[in-house]
């Protein structure tokens, strides 16, 4: 049985986790910053609601991508070096979340991005947590990408792209700029062909979280990313 939280409940130990459910963890609890680093630093995150409340999720494996192992196709490198998209972070992250929000997924019937999840996010951000990469073209925001940088762990939320490769170039700017912080490893949550083809691997739960552990101990780059790397040509 899947245990429902209240809003002071633990989240339960991530062996509980429902294998023939996706790896669902819990239902409930709320979505409190406190409670939502908790839950990343455990290798638990909330995916979808069930009557307004959130269903936490640990899955086994996990998929993840080392950032040195990213790689673009010859077709993105062409995109990268054309310059056709203008790179920002952190200029538009409720833009970025709400072009999430509204894109068409494969599969899916609406959005996992509820108005609540949205605020919980958007706190996140404001607290320093939670970034956004935005792809400009024509002076609009066409494409982007958002998640959380705990430690040296950052953990990928969700993506969208209304012209062909916008959320491609920006995972890519996204690559090259957690590189330069040092970043070791990309959370990308669960087995998709396309976050394969660029590099990412499923590696087991335990050792996720060993991980976790050693990457998340310090959480000195907390804060507001500037932009002043965002447009370096490749």
Request: one cysteine or more; aromatic letters at 8%; a neutral charge.
């Amino acid at each position: 049985m899947i245990p429902c939280l209240g809003p002071l409940d633990a989240l339960p130990p991530v062996a509980s986790a429902r294998a023939d459910m996706g790896g669902l963890l819990a239902i409930g609890g709320g979505l409190s910053p406190a409670r939502l680093l908790d839950a990343y630093r455990h290798g638990i995150f909330p995916w979808g609601t069930i009557q307004g409340q959130p269903l936490w999720y640990s899955p086994n494996p996990r998929m993840v991508l080392f950032p040195e192992d990213f790689r673009p196709s010859r077709s993105l490198r062409r995109t990268l070096k054309s310059g056709a998209f203008a790179i920002r972070f952190d200029s538009d992250f409720a833009g970025v979340i709400a072009g999430c929000a509204a894109a068409p997924r494969h599969g899916q019937d609406g959005t996992w991005i509820t108005a609540e999840m949205s605020a919980a996010y958007t706190r996140l951000h404001e607290l320093g947590w939670a970034h956004s990469v935005e792809a400009h073209a024509d002076g609009e925001l066409v494409g982007g990408l958002y998640g959380l940088l705990i430690g040296r762990a950052f953990y990928g939320e969700s993506m969208f792209a209304r012209r062909r490769d916008a959320s491609k170039v920006a995972f890519a700017h996204l690559i090259r700029h957690l590189l330069d912080l040092g970043v070791a490893l990309i959370d990308c949550q669960m087995h998709t062909a396309h976050l394969a083809s660029l590099g990412a691997r499923e590696i087991p739960r335990a050792e996720f979280l060993d991980r976790l552990r050693a990457l998340t101990a310090n959480a000195e780059l907390r804060g507001t990313w500037h932009a002043a790397s965002a447009n370096r040509e490749w």
